[in-house]
Every structure is written in structure tokens, then in C-alpha cells.
């Protein structure tokens, strides 16, 4: 993925950010997994694979952190729920991948994909327990009972609407008449996690009840834009084409290449030829054509305007908060493309 200069360097700002802030709450998380005795070999090495090799989650932690002390709080405080919370969003992870059939990841073989569906469902059971019995023991660790209740209300409200998007993106698939609305709806929905973790975190942190409310908004915000720019990345690179036209559901870029009526019909010849990278390369070009990739870069852009009113509210760590949002964008995705090719 080829980078500008001033992208980049925020995104290294922010890596060192999430290192620094979420390092901490990583390690707790993997002694709690780790320790546990587990006699069945496969569930143990899938869940050392999951710790040590696949997974290093600092950044929902990071998140946790950084807007605890935007309104005012302790960010030591969010260690332990940061632990609880990525082990939690691991196991969810786990059983996403199930669910979309997933093998691969960048250049990792999934826990699903390495060790098969029945041991990848185990492992992810282990992980979200593990995180519930942390996040209950985080009352010995300066969190109230009361806190803890309300922490584990929004958790439970969280997998709720998660499982509600995967349910509502299933009849997604293979479907070439899904609208820009309702994909929209279901990114919303499976945005749910990250405000989740900026609505919790502004608890701990003591905010007031608009500043919770403004930065839980932030992160439902933050989440779609995560959403959103993975699923851009996909529709880039040929191979993760393949794989959302064959297993999964098309990425919105082609949803909205598809309301262009002077291209649908071509769009949709092309979607039923790609089963290579050459056709995969060629469908990306022709919905850039279609102005599709346009059309998410413009609505990502929105997003972003949206969640930096938000953070308004926030009495310190404006410039953080504001680097993540600026960090989902994807300025040059027309690089992606080839120059000669590509509109614009």
C-alpha cells in the first residue's frame, strides 16, 4: 500500500500511540489466556497461536485510554477493562472469521483457517469468557461495582446489536440489488464495538453525561470509518476481491459503482466474470469509472467532519483523538489503480 508522506507519518504516530498507551493491558491479556491449564493440545496451540503469533491488540485498549483521559480521568484505570475488552473482541473475531469463512488475514492463516471451525469456535468461547471473568475481577483494581454494571450492560447491548448486523449483512451475499442505505445501516450497527469502548472509557473517567453521550458518538464514528476503510483496502487489493464476491457480500464501493445506471449493466458482467486478478484488477477500474470509490471517500470525509465536532467536548487529548480519524482516511486510494486507467 503506497502512502503519502503526511498519511504515514500519522499512521506511525498513532502505532507508537497505541503501543504505548495499550502495551500494557496486551500482557495482562495474554498471562490471563496463557496461564489457563488446558489439557486438549489442539484448543491450547490454537490459542497460543491466537496470543503469541496472530493477534496484538493495543489499540482497543489505546482507545480506552486516551478518551478516559480526555474528560478528565485516570487512563491506569481503563488497563484491566482494556484487557477484558480485546479479549472479548477477540473471541468475537474469531467466530467472524467462522462465519465468513475467513482463512486468511493479510498474510496469516485465521484461527478458523490454521486449526478448523469446531477448535476456532473453542477458542474464541476461551477468549470471550477469560475477558468477562477480567472485567469483573477489575473491581479489586479501583473500578466501582456500579461502574462495573454499567460497563457490563453496554457489553451485553454491544453483542446484541453485533450479532443483529451479522444476521442483517447475511442475506447480503451474492446479491447485486443492495443499496447504499442499507449497507450503511449494517456499518452503522457493527460499529457498535468501538463506541462501546469510548462510551466505557468516558465513564471510568468520570465525564459528565454530554460528554459521554458526545464520545460515544465519536466512536460509533471512528468504528464505521475503521469499517469503512478496511472495506475500501479489500476492494483493492485482487485477492480479498475474490473472496467478498465468492464468500461474503460485495464492498460498497460496488454498491454504489451499481446505482450508476449507465454502468450497472457492465458492472454486473464484470462481477460475474471476476475469479482471477486480472478480471479482479479490471472490476476495480471499472468502478472507479462508475465513481464508486469516489462516492466512499466522500462519505468517509463526512464521517470524519461529523466525529471532529464531537470531540469538541473533549477537555484534553483533542489532537489524539483527532490523528485517529484523520488516520482511517485514505487520501491517494487512487494509487491503488493504474494511472492511465483510473478516473480522474
Known amino acids: 500500500m503506497k502512502k503519502n508522506s503526511s498519511q504515514e507519518q500519522i499512521m506511525e504516530d498513532i502505532q507508537k500511540l497505541f503501543e504505548e498507551r495499550g502495551k500494557k493491558a496486551l500482557e495482562i491479556a495474554q498471562k490471563a489466556v496463557l496461564d489457563e491449564k488446558i489439557e486438549a493440545k489442539q484448543v491450547r496451540d490454537a490459542l497460543k497461536y491466537f496470543m503469541n503469533e496472530y493477534w496484538h491488540d493495543v489499540t482497543r485498549p489505546a482507545i480506552l485510554s486516551l478518551v478516559c483521559e480526555s474528560v478528565g480521568g485516570d487512563p491506569e484505570k481503563t488497563t484491566p477493562i482494556g484487557a477484558s475488552l480485546a479479549l472479548i473482541s477477540g473471541g468475537i473475531d474469531i467466530h467472524d472469521d467462522i462465519v465468513d469463512e475467513s482463512e486468511k488475514k493479510g498474510d496469516k492463516p485465521t484461527v478458523y483457517g490454521k486449526f478448523g471451525k469446531n477448535i476456532a469456535l473453542l477458542a474464541g468461547d476461551a477468549l470471550m469468557l477469560q475477558g468477562y471473568t477480567i472485567l469483573y475481577n477489575a473491581v479489586e483494581k479501583g473500578i466501582s461495582a456500579e461502574q462495573v ?24 451475499r451474492g446479491r447485486f440489488d443492495v443499496t447504499p442505505e442499507d449497507y450503511l445501516h ?11 469502548y469510548t462510551r466505557i472509557s468516558a465513564i471510568v473517567g468520570g465525564g459528565t453525561d454530554t460528554e459521554i453521550e458526545a464520545l460515544g458518538e465519536y466512536g460509533r464514528i471512528l468504528g464505521m470509518l475503521v469499517i469503512l476503510r478496511d472495506d475500501m483496502i479489500d476492494m483493492l487489493d485482487p485477492e480479498e476481491t475474490i473472496h467478498r464476491i465468492q464468500k461474503e457480500h460485495l464492498s460498497l464501493a460496488i454498491v454504489y459503482a451499481l446505482q450508476n445506471p449507465q454502468m450497472k449493466a457492465l458492472v454486473t458482467d464484470i462481477l460475474k ?27 468517509m470525509l463526512e464521517l470524519a467532519n461529523a466525529g471532529n465536532n464531537k470531540i469538541d467536548i473533549a477537555k484534553y487529548n483533542k489532537n489524539y483523538l483527532a490523528s485517529l480519524i484523520q488516520g482511517m482516511l485514505l487520501p491517494n486510494w487512487r494509487s491503488y489503480l493504474t494511472p492511465e486507467h483510473s478516473n480522474g
Not at 449494517?186 to 462501546?196: G, L, Q, S
Open 186 to 196: 449494517v456499518v452503522r450497527k457493527k460499529a457498535a464495538d468501538v463506541e462501546a
Open 273 to 299: 466474470q471476476t475469479k482471477d486478478s486480472k478480471t479482479a484488477e479490471k472490476l476495480s477500474l471499472i468502478v472507479d469509472e462508475a465513481g464508486g470509490f469516489s462516492k466512499v471517500h466522500d462519505y
Open 149 to 172: 454494571a454499567r460497563i457490563s450492560s453496554i457489553i451485553k447491548r454491544t453483542f446484541f446489536e453485533l450479532g443483529d448486523a451479522e444476521a442483517l449483512e447475511l442475506p447480503f
